[in-house]
Each structure stands twice: as C-alpha cells, then as structure tokens.
C-alpha cells in the first residue's frame, strides 16, 4: 500500500490509529476513579506528544541515519517558531502559511548551519551545532530582541497587521489561530457515564501531520536515498571509493531533519501563538537527543514512543507527590509503608529527571535499539517460549562464520 | 589603559575554571579517548564538597539557657558549633570561616574516589565504542548527577561565602601606579587565579617529571606501544581519570564563593569548557589551559560597553564565534597534534 | 601506452622521503604487481593514486587524464577501483545492500544528490545486484549482515563491490594479508577468473610472493621509494637485485 512493504505498512497503521484514537486510548480511567491523573489525553498534552514526535522523527533521519548527533536542533525548531509567529503577525491567522513559513525560515537556516558543521564530523560535528545552536539562543536573547521578542519572548498583539485578515476581532481581541476558518483551539467534548473525551481541532490538525511526516519518513528510510545514509554511518571510506561523495546527502539529511523540527515549531505555534528563546536552549536540544535515543535511534517508530514516554513523564508522572504515593501504599504496614515511599519517592514526582537520566544510561548500554529494541526481544522470548510449547524448538539457525 | 588591565583581570578567574576544566577533559581524552560529557558534573560536585563541608562544620549543639527567655517566653536555645565546642570559640571560628579552602583538602580523595569510580563502573566499557555513544552515556550519566544533587541539596543556588578575609575588593590600580578606583578586583578573584595557576602548574609538573606521568605522555602519543612495552597502561589511566575529576573537583570547591552552587552549574560549564577544548586542540594541556585563558579574556573584553557599541551582541557569541572559526580553519585547535581526532 | 602512466612520482613526509622518483607504466588489461620490503613505500604510491595523497612531484596520469588534484570519489568515477587491505565494506548493511550502492552509483552517475533518481524503482538495481552476487557466488548469503561474515568472504564482497562499478583498472592493496591458506587460494583463484572473463587491468600490491607468482604479468620491485627493476615474474625471480633487497629476506621469513 503507498509504496510501502507490508510490515511498514502495519508500523504506518498502528501510528494512524494511535494518533486518532489518542484521546480515547489515553484517557482509560474514569475521572472519579483514583487513577484519573494517569489519564493524558488532554488537548495540550497530546498536542504535545504529537509535535515532540515529529521533531524526533526528524532528528532520527539525520542521527538514526547516518550517525551525525547534532546537539543543537533545537535551534531550528525555535527559528521556526519565530517564522510561524510573524506571519500571523504580518499575514493573517491561517496556520498554514504560518507552518509552510516555519518550515522555509528552518530549512534555509539548516542549509547555513549545515554547510558549516558537516565539513567536520564526530565529536566535532556535535561541538560545531552545539555552538551555532547557542549562538542563535544568545543572539534572540539580546541584539534580536526586536525580531525575537528577548525575554518576553514574541507574542501576537493588536497592532499587528495581518494584510489577509483582521487585526481585531469584532469583539475587541486577538484573532486566534485556525484553519480556513475552524479554530484550533476549538473542543467538543463526548461524555460516556463516566468518562469524557475531548477531541480538539488542533490536536487533529497535528496527528494528520504527524501522519503525513511519518509516511514520508518511512519513504526515506526505505528509498536509495536512505541506504546512501546508512551506509555513510557505517562506512565513509568505502562510499568515497564507490564514486559517491557523502557530503551533499548528509546535508540533504541535515536539511530535511531541520525542516521536521521547523514543521514542529510551526505548529507549537500554530497551537500557542508564542514563541520565546528558551525554546532554542542546548537543553532542548539535548531532549530530542533523549526522545529518539530513549525510544530506537534508526528505528521507524522509536522517536515517536520516546517524545511520547518523555512528555507523559514529564507531565504525568512528574504530578505524583508524596501524598498520592502514601495513599497508593496504605496497605502496607506503617513503618514499611515509609520506607517504601521514601525509597520510591526520589524516582518519582519532582525526581523524574533521574529516573530518565538512569533509563537513558541503561538504553544507551544495553539496548542501542531503545526501546524499540527491548520489545523485540521480550516478543522474541513469547515467541520462542510458543515453539517450545508447539514442540518446534529444533531452533536451527545458520552459524555464521567467525572471522 | 586601566579599562584595558581591568578586562583582563576580569576574564581571569573566569578564564581559569574554563581552564581547568579543559584541562581535566582533555586529559581524559587525550589519554582515554573519551569524550566525557560528565565533566561538568564533577566541577559541580566540586562545588557541593564546599556546601558540604560548610554545612557539617557549622553542625551545631543546641542548648537551652533557662535563664534567658525569647519573645514567646519559651527557654532560649543558644546553638554552638561543636567545632567552637571542641577547639574553643577563637580557633571554632576560623575553622568555620575558612570552610571553603578546608574542603579542598576533603575534596581531593572524594573526588579521586569519584574519578575511579566512574571509569571502572561506566568509561572503561566505552572505550571501543564510537564517540557518539560515549557522548550520549556520559550525557546521561550528568543527568544522573546532578538529579541526585538537586534531590540532596534542592534547586536553588546556596551562598557559600570565602573566609572573611578575602571578601571584598581591593584598588589594584593603585597598586600599580594608576589613578585609584579605576581597577577595583575582588580578593577572592585573584585568589582562584593563583590557586589555578598553582594546580595547572602542578599538574605539568607531574606529568613532567615522575615516572607516572612520563607514562601517560607517552601513551597519549602512541597507546599501543607503550601497552608492549608490558606496562598496566589501563591502570594508570584509570589513575588519570581520578586525577582529571580532582582537577575539575578543586576548581569547582573554589568556584563557590565567585558563584553561589547550583545543580545545573556543571551543564553551564561543560558547554563552554568543551569549546575551551576544540579551540585548544583536543588533547592538547597546553592548548586548553591556553584557550581558557584567551576565552575568558576575550568575552571580558567583548562586554565592554564601547566593543557591544561597536558591535552589538558581540559579548554573548564571542567565544561561539571564535570556536566556529578556529574549527574551520585550524581543525587541530591552537596547539593540537596531528592525528588526534582530526576528521 | 599503458593505460596507467606514473611519472617521476614523489612524496616526502617531513624528514622521510617515501618515494623518490616513481615511474611505472601498466598496460591495459594486464596483471601488474608491485612490490618490496616493508616501507618501501607501496602503499603511499597507491595512496597517491587514488586521491587520498598529492605527490610532492610527478604526474599520475590515467587513460591519458590526470588524476592529480582530484578527490577520491572522483578518481573513482574516472574508473579506478580500489580494494583495501582491510576490506572495507558496510558492516551495518545487508550484503545485498552492500551490493546495491555501487549499483545505484553506477545508475545515478554524476552521484550528485539525485532526487529524482533516487526516487525511481530500485528494481532494475536489485535484479543487477542480485547478478552480481550471484556471480560471486555470495546469493546464498544476500541477506546476512556484511560484519559477520569471514575475512575471505568480506574480500570477495568488496571485490565484488568493485566489480558492479565496471571499472577499467582494479587496484588491490594486499588483498591476502591475514587471510588463511584457503581464504589465500580462493582469493587467487576468483582474481584469475575475474581476470579471464572481464579482461580488467588489475595492479596489484602483496607480500605474498605465491600470490604475487600465481597472478602477476609484469613485476615491479620497489626498495625504498624508488622502483628497482620491472619485469616479468621469470626474470624477477632470478635477478640478483631483486634476491639480495628482498627476496632474500622474504623467504627466509616465511
């Protein structure tokens, strides 16, 4: 289907269902039950999930790919911003001119950072974005402050002009930002006895993208253009001597990777018309390391899970307090239920920092794959139990040779 | 002229941490082959041995003096730290007041003990892995550290003031001949000059001159062949790796005063001191200590107000401007050798 | 003329002059071996062949072009293939996808950033790939990761690597070393055959004087930058400057 073999097609299916379906699948628990705080399937949140996904998914083909780890891509994503807000300012407030803008301003600026930091590599590589990504925070900071808003970072106001729509709303406001008319902040709420599912335009708006964004993403993995990347991660020598000079496909790579992130800036934006530097940080930066690493760098839907399982921590589980936690441990006696608290408590509500410091480490050790990874292997152990049981564990694989 | 001394004084002490904790990555690089993200953390560690033993020196015992009263009418409680307890009001005192230079004696086994560590628990599995997955353990591992001290020590920044001494300024314009209050310097400033002069000096020393460090210089330049000349490379680099964390530890213990700890102080250290690095020459003492210095006094003088006139802005990106261009044009840094890491 | 014309060609490296004054001239569709003691400088010759170093003096001219200046990926597209020492081959990759990148090189031509072609079907590409495994006899092993296969079959995959590029002179840089006796035998044997059916010019460097006298038309005997003699494998083997620089020694090694 769409040019794609069956089992990308199924990856490609579970993604469309699980971004469609999210604000049922991530709102399991009835809000009068106790487990409601786990529940995640707000507008804001998901809206979330879905543009940290596409930013890791774009990180991934440049890192996932050909093994360049840029450490300031963050700095694309808040170019993007910028772009997607001053066209709501000057244009109007139709988002998707705003995103096509974020995309155009993240790519010419990936082109420029891009030419520079790819005549060297590894560590270098890593150092050289982690400077321009600094740079460009430093600079929205302070020189350009009129262009960037400093501190305050840039916001909508009522003197904007938007040549293509209003500068006020009837009513005396600041136009929103919507689609040909439907309103991104718009809700419609659906109660069933005691659960309520808020489906909300822009978080709808997102997941079609996201959708789009990974399809494409598969297309690249999967095209001529995907394998030269690979095989630059694996082996530069070789390519050169094979005729082919890797520089224009890493900066191809580079490019479209930076234009994912200027797609997930836009579309921050397009869902909150704000855009501040801090958004341009190292520590951004470093996140959308975490997310694609965390969830499979290399892997199709690993970045996705990651941005997913990162932003539930930080959201969700960073909510649990030592409160909810004695509660949760009433049953046991007094004194265990202390020292039970306090040993989970570090990991836990404020802590969890450390607890995706601790899981980064372990993935980065024992599971390259990420997560990604560790599920293949736990189906691999179902699976092989399965063959025992039907008494098909003759288990004959080819040896490969040692060397 | 005085504008002139004056700039470069202030990027000194900046200058030296940066130099410092250059100098402790790039040993580990040079010698290990690793690109330790942690670093920084270790500096902040560093930092948090100075709150620490602030903290447990100022321990108290609580009385209550019945013969006098608070404003609630509850017993006064009048508390004495036991180092005034033990060693009498005078010497308890002093002790106290010179927490910060006392803990360097503390911090150096810590630190060590820290270094080691680290390197047989987590580096040494790294060494045959690409650069990337050591960036990314170790990036990890920084995260790790410093959670762990935020859980301790909480989020926000403490005071940790230097011995009385040496609060305050002094004119060092008029030390030298010019005008009085043109050049004012903080004590404590040109304090943590020295001291960095000093560990960088003893650091070279030791390498110079003792067996062990004649060693590592020469697996620095060619690992192999000294690993055939039957000598426990390993053991000594693990020995390097400790020493580096001291070296980032120190500068970090004297760092507290200048700026008061907190968790992410590290990260904000690492980011630039791994550009100290690159613009040194990866691998390269000389040239670190040598960027260091040259960085820190040139951002001093890009935030000069007739420089950020002139150009505005300059003060933010100088040093991220400087490591682009080095970078491009001199792929080996200012002082690096050949055939380290040059791709 | 020889399709390959190497000219007065040297190289120093600080204090060191690796090569002095190279001439060497190997005829199309020939087997030319070069070779001579450790640091003779075979292997900067070669390096100055294929772009990864520029001679200090000399030409290195190639079908009557010059190669010098050029980078390697260029020198490449004008013909020259190259097989290491160590092969180099993706180690990430499938061997079927190993084979598939030449391919797509050779279709892509100019091997800029091909969007289109990178785009269109990649059928034709793997039925080619698929041919050229088959003929190096690796089709059974398409889908295994190229890193965990052995020495010898890496080298036949790199060969074979070489071979789907079609080009006009195959550079091989000890293509045995370290390999066993077996691996050693293959190795020769598929050169020979490659030799027969496609009537390539292969230059090759070794220390292995088996191999060198199983495979080599003319021989080229280089001591210490500068080439000794040139002459077929007969008279290699008895000319005295060649026994007492090198092959002396060698044998009494092995």
Known sequence: ??????????????????????????????????????????????????????????FNILFGLTGYLSFGHAAFLGVGSYAGVWMFKLLGMNVIPAIL?????????????????????????????????????????????????????????????????????????????????????????????????????????????????????????RSPFGLMLRAIKTNQTRLN??????????????????????????????????????????????????????????????????????????????????????????????????????????????????????????????????????????????????????????????????? | MDAFILQILNGLDKGSAYALIALGLTLIFGTLGVVNFAHGALFMIGAFVAVTV??????????????????????????????????????????????????????????????????????????KRPHADQILVTFGLAIVLQEVIKYFYGANPIPTPAPAAFIGSFDFGAMIGFDPNTIIYPYWRLVYFAFSAIIIAVVFAFLQFTTFGMVVRAGMADRETVGLLGINIDKRF??????????????????????????????????????????????????????????GILESFASMSAVIELIPGINQVIIYLVAIIILLTRPRGLLGRKGVMED | MGILEVKGVGKRFGGLQALGDVNLSVAERSVHAIIGPNGAGKSTLLNCLVGKLIPDTGSVLFDGQSVLGRSPHEINQMGISRVFQ???????????????????AKRDGA?????????????????????????????????????????????????????????????????TAGMARADTNNTIDLLKQIQDERHITIAIIEHDMHVVFSLAERITVLAQGTPLVEDTPDNIKGHPKVREAYLGESTAAA
Not at chain 1, 182 to 209: D, H, K, P, Q
């Open chain 1, 1 to 58: 289907m769409l040019g794609l073999t069956r089992k990308d097609t199924t990856i490609l299916l579970i993604v469309t269902v699980l971004a469609l379906g999210a604000p049922f699948l991530l709102n399991p628990f009835p809000i009068s039950s106790p487990l409601a705080q786990f529940n995640a399937g707000y507008p804001d949140l998901m809206q979330r999930f879905v543009i940290f996904g596409i930013f890791a998914i774009g």
């Open chain 1, 101 to 221: 803008a974020s995309m155009i301003v993240a790519g010419l600026f990936s082109v420029l950072i891009g030419y520079i930091s790819l005549r060297r590599s590894g560590i270098y590589f890593s150092i050289l974005t982690l400077a321009f990504a600094q740079m460009s925070f430093s600079l929205a900071y302070s020189v350009l402050t009129p262009i960037t808003g400093g501190e305050t970072g840039l916001q909508l106001s009522l003197n904007d002009p938007r040549i293509l729509g209003q500068s006020v709303t009837p009513d005396g406001n600041i136009p929103v930002p919507s689609l040909f008319g439907l309103e991104m902040g718009e809700n419609t709420r659906l109660v069933i006895s005691n659960w309520v599912f808020t489906f909300n335009v822009g978080y709808y708006f997102c997941a079609v993208i996201l959708i789009l964004a990974f399809y494409l993403s598969i297309r690249i993995f």
């Open chain 1, 241 to 403: 001597y094979t005729g082919l000079n890797p520089k224009p496909y890493t900066l191809a790579a580079f490019v479209i990777s930076g234009m994912y992130a200027g797609l997930a800036g836009g579309l921050m934006v397009a869902m909150d018309p704000l855009a501040g530097a801090e958004r341009m940080f190292w520590t951004a930066s470093g996140e959308v390391v975490l997310m694609a690493i965390l969830g499979g760098a290399g892997t199709l839907i690993g970045p996705i899970l990651g941005a997913g399982f990162i932003k539930y921590m930080e959201n969700i589980v960073s909510k649990i307090n030592e409160t909810i936690l004695h509660n949760w441990f009433a049953f046991l006696p007094d004194g265990l239920e202390d020292i039970v608290v306090s040993m989970v408590y570090p990991f836990i509500g404020k802590g969890w920092h450390l607890t995706l410091g601790i899981l980064f480490m372990l993935v980065v050790i024992f599971l390259p794959g990420g997560l990604v990874e560790g599920g293949q292997r736990i189906g691999r152990i179902f699976r092989r139990k399965k063959k025992k049981e039907t008494g098909d564990g003759s288990g004959a694989t080819t040896v490969n040779p040692a060397e």
């Open chain 2, 54 to 127: 602030s903290r447990i020196l100022s321990i108290s015992m609580v009385v209550e003096d019945p013969t006098k009263t608070d404003f609630l009418g509850n017993p006064a409680k009048i508390s004495t730290p036991y180092v005034e307890e033990w060693f009498g009001p005078t010497i308890g005192a002093g002790i106290l007041d010179w927490a910060v230079p006392i803990s360097i004696i503390i911090a150096i086994p810590i630190m060590i003990v820290i270094g080691v560590i680290m390197e047989r628990g987590l580096i040494q599995h790294f060494y």
């Open chain 2, 238 to 295: 693990t020995m390097m790796f400790g020493l580096a964390a001291a070296v980032a530890g120190l500068a970090g213990v004297m760092y507290a005063p200048i700026n008061s700890p907190n968790y992410h102080m590290g990260m904000d250290f690492l980011v630039l001191s791994f550009i100290v690095v690159v613009v040194g020459g990866m691998g390269s003492l000389g040239g670190a200590v040598l960027a260091g210095f040259l960085l």
């Open chain 3, 86 to 104: 160590t092969p180099e081959i993706f180690g990430d990759l499938t061997v079927m996808e190993n084979m598939m990148i030449p391919c797509f």
């Open chain 3, 111 to 175: 091997f800029e950033m091909n969007a289109i072609a990178s785009v269109l079907s990649q059928r034709d590409i793997a039925a080619k790939a698929e041919e050229m495994l088959v003929e190096m006899n690796m089709a059974d092993k398409r889908d295994m990761h190229a890193s965990a296969m052995s020495r010898g079959d890496k080298r036949r995959l790199e060969i074979g690597m070489c071979l789907a590029q079609e080009p006009r002179l195959l550079l091989l840089d000890e293509p």
